[in-house]
């Protein structure tokens, strides 16, 4: 039962440069999150997606492209990388249960780097 | 004001004590709330939800008071294991998209 994955795990790169992060889940959940994790401000929602082809801004959204064509995966894009863009990375699925949220299970996280 | 907010700690305890945590929310029409525990370098995974008449699973009881808006969590006859980040986790709104993350507390348990 593989679960939640992303890929790659770690990355180095320079301003400028387009990055994108992958997320996969085996689930078959609707939701899909990005959150970013930085010192002094806990997980940060930058983008959600309630299903294939619906996808929605959160908290941080500036700089970064989703898209979902496909249920499972959620790949998150730095058009230009910026150093404020260094972080940790966690991609995050759950399954809407009515109106009551259900528990996001998170990806092991990317650690990226900007140069 | 941030929506969550919470004590960074860090706690450092002794095993076998009680220890506590408290988190203040600042949206009165929040939803659902929640601990989650995160190990150093690790993703956060689901400790437990916190629900209004308060809840408790073994070592480890959750309380909510509206009232005050704020949660807390307490550990009982704490474990060297239990050293991790606690985060405090707010649902807001209703939707799965809705939830604020505390920054967290750190825990430390001593030998």
């Known amino acids: 039962d593989a679960g939640i994955t992303q890929s790659p795990r770690y990355k180095i790169t320079e301003t400028g440069r387009q990055v994108t992060l992958m997320c996969h889940q085996t689930?078959?959940?609707?939701?899909m999150f990005w959150y970013r994790q930085d010192l002094g401000h806990g997980l940060r929602l930058i983008y959600y997606?309630?299903?294939?082809?619906?996808?929605d801004k959160g908290e941080v959204p500036d700089g970064y492209v989703v898209s979902r064509s496909k249920t499972e995966n959620f790949p998150l894009t730095l058009e230009s990388a910026t150093r404020s863009q260094t972080s940790v990375y966690f991609c995050?699925?759950?399954?809407?249960?009515?109106?009551?949220?259900?528990?996001?299970?998170f990806g092991p996280g990317t650690r990226l780097t900007v140069l | 004001r941030k929506e969550v907010e919470q004590d960074p700690g860090p706690f450092n305890v002794p095993e076998g004590a009680t220890v506590a945590f408290n988190c203040t929310y600042s949206?009165?029409?929040?939803?659902?709330f929640f601990w989650y525990r995160q190990d150093c370098r690790k993703e956060p995974k689901l400790l437990m939800s916190?629900?209004?008449s308060g809840n408790e699973d073994g070592r480890f009881t959750a309380q909510l008071n509206r009232a005050s808006q704020y949660i807390s969590l307490l550990i009982r006859d704490s474990k060297l294991s239990d050293s991790a980040t606690y985060l405090c986790?707010?649902?807001?709104?209703?939707?799965?998209?809705?939830?604020?993350f505390g920054t967290g507390t750190r825990l430390t348990v001593i030998p």
């Open positions: 995050a699925s759950s399954e809407l249960q009515g109106a009551r949220t259900d528990t996001q299970y």
């Open positions: 689930w078959s959940h609707s939701y």
């Open positions: 997606s309630a299903a294939a082809d619906i996808t």
């Open positions: 949206n009165s029409a929040s939803q659902s």
């Open positions: 916190v629900y209004s």
């Open positions: 986790v707010v649902n807001v709104r209703a939707g799965a998209n809705n939830l604020f």
